[in-house]
């Protein structure tokens, strides 16, 4: 059992950046991928970044390879989000999830999510 909990967002202008974070509890953070998701107001939840267990791969979202950075410390627990150049399409609620296999991470169907932290960009 994995209980997860981010934190970080907030608002910010447009160009500007922010880092979101997602700390894991309750069993050991390296036996599992981690990903981030969100979800704006009227749509669907989509996917934002994922990253193995050890670190070693990372995959994004069309809509933010260039912008976002994904990754993890797992002495302290932690995943990251390193959010930059964001725009107003970017505001969404952010979601960190967790599970044992990236395939069904990926596909948004980790067993394991925190809940969400708001994320604005706004002039």
């Known amino acids: 059992q994995v209980q997860l909990v981010e934190s970080g967002g907030g608002l910010v202008q447009p160009g500007g950046s922010l880092r979101v974070s997602c700390v894991a509890s309750g069993d050991i953070f390296s036996n599992y991928d981690m990903g981030w998701f969100r979800q704006a107001p009227g749509k669907e939840r989509e996917f934002v970044s994922a990253?193995?267990?050890?670190?070693?791969?990372?995959y994004y979202g069309d809509s933010v390879k260039g912008r976002f950075t994904i990754s993890r410390d797992n002495a302290k627990n932690t995943g990251y989000l390193q959010m930059n150049n964001l725009k107003p399409e970017d505001t969404a609620v952010y979601y960190c999830a967790a599970d044992a296999t990236m395939i069904a991470l990926a596909a948004g169907r980790g067993r394991y999510w925190g809940q969400g932290t708001q994320v604005t960009v706004s002039s």
């Open positions: 990253i193995t267990w050890g670190g070693s791969n990372t």
